[in-house]
């Protein structure tokens, strides 16, 4: 009786820390761990079959998250494609504005922080004064900056700093002109030419694997080209800078 006792015992509390994997195992899942997995070792019966469904379960969702994210990412490469074609022809219309570069950049800076708090990136905003004007066209300078934040998020080396500064000079036309420069370091090594860079489907390294359609810069480049600015990178190790240079619009 003793010994049957204690195989019943040792049944029951199998039992039970089986179904506790399983509830657990549940709500790790339903938290939004799809990758969790409930260890089926030491499992017999009804929990054994519960915690294959569960794992099951747990595998189409993980496959129809996948499926979802190949779509967004096949969806952003046309839209990405498109715009950039459209660019590059000339095929775009802009809607001259006066735009208030310092006041884009907070924003921008603010709309970015918690991606950048993602990745411990620090970005340090410089600038000479509170205002500085260019002539642009809305959607399209903020299209410009976002690809280059963007830029900074996917490939920039985490823990460090991130350096914006904007500043005001007198061309050799005696022209006066905004230039804002950029600067991360990179996580990976940079081994093509910056000229590569805003070529199409160019990231920068072989070794790359994040996602994006590689069409970021080539963007940025176009529409700042067609906003009457210039557009630069320049890479020292893994110093990874950007300048534009616009006309700076003198106020009246």
């Not at 549940?26 to 030491?42: A, N, R, T």
């Not at 642009?136 to 299209?143: F, G, L, V």
């Not at 823990?159 to 905004?178: M, N, P, Q, W």
């Not at 700042?224 to 600015?229: D, H, L, S, V, Y």
Request: charged share 30%.
């Amino acid at each position: 009786l003793l010994t049957v006792d204690g195989i019943v015992a040792y049944l029951l509390y199998n039992s039970a820390v089986s179904r506790q994997k399983i509830l657990e195992g549940i709500e790790l899942i339903c938290e939004g761990d799809i990758s969790h997995q409930v260890k089926e070792e030491g499992m017999r019966g009804d929990e054994l079959v519960l915690a294959r469904a569960v794992n099951s379960i747990g595998d189409s969702v993980r496959a129809a998250v996948e499926t979802r994210m190949q779509d967004e990412r096949l969806k952003q490469l046309t839209d990405d494609l498109v715009e950039a074609s459209k660019i590059s022809s000339g095929n775009i219309v802009l809607h001259w504005e006066k735009i208030n570069l310092v006041e884009l950049l907070n924003q921008t800076i603010g709309e970015f922080s918690e991606k950048f708090e993602e990745k411990s990136l620090y970005p340090v905003f410089r600038t000479t004064k509170n205002f500085m004007f260019i002539e642009a066209d809305s959607r399209s300078i903020w299209r410009v900056i976002e690809n280059l934040f963007n830029n900074i998020f996917k490939y920039a080396l985490a823990g460090t700093r991130v350096y914006i500064d904007l500043a005001s000079f007198k061309g050799e036309d005696e022209a006066r002109h905004v230039v804002l420069s950029i600067k991360n370091i990179s996580a990976q090594p940079l081994k093509v030419n910056p000229s590569e860079l805003t070529e199409r489907f160019i990231r920068g390294d072989e070794s790359r694997t994040t996602e994006g359609s590689g069409l970021g810069l080539s963007i940025a480049k176009n529409l700042t080209e067609a906003q009457k600015g210039a557009f630069e990178i320049v890479m020292d190790g893994d110093l990874f800078k950007v300048n534009l240079v616009f006309p700076l619009l003198e106020e009246k």
